[in-house]
């Protein structure tokens, strides 16, 4: 009697508190379709990562929190897909064993490699699915086709867009959908961001008694861990989850952090990465935004050849950190999201394009979506006008001055000018730390072009608007000559750190009351009818 009703309250406390009757023992065998076992590949909760040994087994007590047990797939074994998406990761459950069986690459060496960082694509309604349908995915496709080497694309976080606590995570099934690597080329791995949580912090997952975790659970349940790892030829990977709430219940309160358990998984990560290794650490909001940056910095500066490559700013804005880490925080897909073809910072809406041999970048670019590489480079004349019904913006530099905005600059670039075909120098970079200003001054440093048709065309951001500061950005490339005569040619020539040359002569003149063509490659397409559902069938 009393062995009955101990058997019955047990299954009654396990049933209520599935969590505390779960055993925390992970363990199991990596190995290749044979069942040779696999020694030396990581496996991870995303908490504690360790090393398969000589028989390819594994263990570890896995953390409360964990959601996945994943493995950093090695540069020697294919990239899994499921759905044509990488699948390198099972859920835990209740069970303690998790093998994982690796299949060897048939491809040719990584050695030589193509990496295509995506920011903020950030589709809100089908529109916008549509046109990443139409005008991204294109462009990435038939880009990557024009190149040497192996291709793989990483987003870097805000897959969809939500706005205050209105949810549209509804779009993140769309999207995965339009990232599986038949329909995008290659495959896709995935960064979480701000904008790709669902907001129901106070709702507990029964499996997790955190109510932070929930705001993770639908992206975690289309795309994968948060926090993972991979490796590619001589180059390891890390995306990491950098989105700390402030409140449980309010999507707009949060800032860029790790917490103490991420720095440790990432350090216990990269203490099986050999030091020559090329190591890109990928995350949402940029590093210069995090108030706990030096911890990671200090852990990146373990390794010679690194890199920091974000997104969430919506401009493309490089820093070199003071240990010498430079980060790279990328435009976005979206642009202005989707209001548009260009960024707040008057970059048009693409994605960088980074070319790796061995353990070396060997080139890398900003790729503006439906153009060629070489347009790198916008010029305005000094006195323009732009804008529209809601704002005008007045450039009031005069008629010799040309400005240019250098879309992919960073130290290292070098910006020169010709005029009437005779070498004049070099252009002043106009200071951003002047700050950003609320209409066109001498010292400000913003793209009022692009200002112009967000806030004064489309009214987004106006001067007697909402979110003006997300549509008047500092433009850290931005460059200014002047000329001996407004009637001077001029050629701009700029070089970045890997040898290439852009050029430009173009320049945009007059006012955009007078020529609305002035906007013309900023309008976004029209198309004839609503999106069609066709993709999804």
Not at 196 to 218: C, H, S, T, V, W
Not at 342 to 357: L, M, S, W
Request: net charge negative; with cysteine.
């Amino acid at each position: 009697m009393k062995k009955t009703l101990l058997v019955a309250l047990t299954a009654l406390f396990i049933g209520l508190f599935p969590s505390v009757a779960r055993t925390m023992k992970v363990f199991g065998t990596v190995s290749d379709l044979n069942g040779n076992p696999i020694p030396g590949v990581t496996v991870s909760d995303g908490f504690t990562a360790v090393q398969t040994d000589a028989d390819g087994k594994y263990s570890f007590v896995r953390n409360e929190a964990a959601y996945y047990v994943h493995y950093s797939v090695p540069s020697a074994y294919e990239i899994p897909l499921r759905y044509g998406l990488p699948c390198f990761f099972r859920k835990l459950d209740r069970d303690s064993v998790y093998n994982f069986h690796l299949i060897p690459k048939k491809t040719p060496s990584d050695r030589a490699l193509n990496l295509f960082f995506m920011a903020d694509p950030q589709c809100q309604n089908p529109h916008h699915v549509r046109r990443f349908h139409e005008e991204t995915i294109p462009d990435i496709r038939d880009h990557a086709a024009s190149l040497p080497g192996n291709d793989y694309c990483i987003t870097l976080g805000d897959i969809g867009y939500t706005e205050g606590e209105f949810n549209t995570t509804y779009i993140l099934p769309m999207m995965r959908e339009e990232m599986k690597a038949d329909n995008i080329g290659m495959p896709v791995f995935q960064t979480n961001g701000n904008h790709d949580q669902i907001y129901e912090g106070l709702a507990l997952n029964k499996q997790n008694p955190l109510p932070m975790q929930r705001y993770l659970r639908m992206f975690e349940d289309l795309f994968g861990p948060t926090d993972y790892s991979w490796n590619r030829g001589d180059v390891h990977i890390i995306s990491v989850n950098n989105v700390m709430y402030d409140v449980l219940n309010t999507a707009s309160k949060y800032h860029g952090g790790l917490t103490k358990e991420q720095l440790e998984w990432i350090r216990q990560d990269l203490s099986f990465v050999p030091k020559d290794k090329l190591v890109l650490i990928c995350m949402h909001i940029p590093v210069w935004n995090m108030k706990d940056r030096k911890e990671l910095l200090d852990i990146l500066g373990e390794f010679p050849n690194r890199y920091i490559y974000s997104g969430h700013i919506h401009a493309n804005r490089p820093a070199t950190h003071e240990n010498g880490v430079e980060e790279f925080n990328l435009a976005a897909a979206s642009g202005c999201w989707w209001w548009s073809r260009i960024n707040a910072d008057g970059v048009p809406h693409g994605y960088q394009v980074v070319q790796i041999e061995g353990n070396r970048i060997v080139n890398q670019y900003w790729k503006s979506t439906r153009y060629p590489v070489s347009y790198q480079i916008r010029l305005y004349q000094g006195d323009c006008v732009f804008g529209g019904p809601h704002e005008t913006c007045a450039l009031p530099f005069g008629d010799k001055v040309v400005l240019a905005n250098v879309f992919g600059w960073r130290e290292g670039w070098k910006v020169e000018v010709y005029e009437n075909g005779r070498y004049a120098g070099e252009m002043e970079r106009i200071n951003p730390d002047t700050g950003k200003s609320q209409a066109p001054t001498v010292t400000s440093c913003q793209d009022w072009w692009a200002i112009g048709f967000h806030c004064g065309v489309v009214g987004r951001g106006h001067i007697n608007g909402s979110r003006r500061g997300s549509y008047i950005p500092v433009c850290t490339h931005m460059f200014k000559f002047t000329r001996k005569s407004a009637n001077s040619s001029i050629e701009v020539v700029a070089t970045d750190p890997y040898g290439n040359v852009y050029r430009q002569s173009e320049i945009i003149k007059g006012n955009a009351f007078e020529d609305p063509g002035i906007y013309d490659s900023a309008r976004p397409p029209l198309y004839d009818t609503d999106p069609v559902w066709e993709y999804y069938h």
